[in-house]
């Protein structure tokens, strides 16, 4: 069974300019919540979907942004990047609503120059 | 305000002794609690979890203890290996509403098996 892929692996941005990260859940998983890892500050809850739906929405500025797909695909963009974007970011992939369990991607790895 | 705390940023121990992760939490709403073990350039792993319902669980080497009444939970490992050298997060679970849960997680402690 294929885990939670996430692409890029690894992206480039310059200041000012936007980015769209993808996520794809593990087969049959409905839910898909966004991270924010840098160091020092653990991990970050951005905003967690479900069937299409953001349900949940951390204490992130209205530049970070996402949506899910029909097929519970997601993808997060963030405009406007700014030098203190530059982190890990992490997809996680739960069954359902209840969140027992959330299994990772292995991140998309974000540098703003 | 931090929820979950993991007052440690670090620990080092010598391999096949124990190692004990703590991590303290406010919210006496949380239900759930997760340990995950992180490797650079990796994303976070399961590891072991634990029901409010419960005080212990157990599964290998890796033990879980959750005393609600301190807000405490810790993640036992006996024996430590050089393997299991990570950064260790743990996470709890609130109900945000509506049927809506959502993990909270602490900023980690990096461990460190020396063998």
């Known amino acids: 069974k294929a885990g939670v892929t996430q692409t890029p692996r690894y992206l480039i941005k310059t200041r000012g300019q936007q980015v769209t990260l993808s996520c794809s859940p593990i087969?049959?998983?409905?839910?898909v919540s966004w991270y924010q890892q840098t160091p020092g500050q653990g991990l970050q809850f951005l905003f967690e979907?479900?069937?299409?739906?953001?349900?949940n929405k951390g204490n992130f500025p209205g530049r970070f942004s996402g949506r899910q797909f029909s097929n519970s695909r997601s993808e997060m963009n963030v405009s406007t990047l700014e030098l203190g974007d530059s982190a890990l970011y992490l997809c996680?992939?739960?069954?359902?609503?209840?969140?027992?369990?959330?299994?990772f991607g292995e991140g998309s790895w974000l540098t703003v120059v | 305000d931090q929820q979950v705390k993991q007052n440690s940023p670090s620990l080092s121990v010598q391999e096949g002794r124990i190692s004990i992760l703590n991590c303290d939490y406010t919210?006496?709403?949380?239900?759930?609690f997760l340990w995950y073990k992180k490797y650079p350039a990796e994303g976070p792993t399961f590891l072991i979890s634990?029901?409010?319902?419960?005080d212990k669980n157990e599964d290998g080497r890796f033990t879980v203890f959750l005393n609600k009444s301190a807000k405490h939970l810790s993640l036992h490992i006996v024996p430590s290996q050089p393997g299991d050298s990570a950064v260790y997060f743990c996470?709890?679970?609130?109900?945000?509403?509506?049927?809506?849960?959502?993990?909270?997680f602490g900023k980690g402690t990096k461990l460190s098996v020396i063998p």
């Open positions: 996680a992939s739960s069954l359902d609503a209840r969140q027992n369990t959330i299994y």
């Open positions: 634990i029901s409010s319902i419960k």
């Open positions: 996470a709890a679970r609130g109900d945000s509403g509506a049927g809506s849960y959502q993990l909270t």
């Open positions: 919210n006496s709403m949380f239900d759930y």
């Open positions: 979907y479900f069937s299409e739906t953001q349900r």
């Open positions: 087969s049959g998983h409905r839910s």
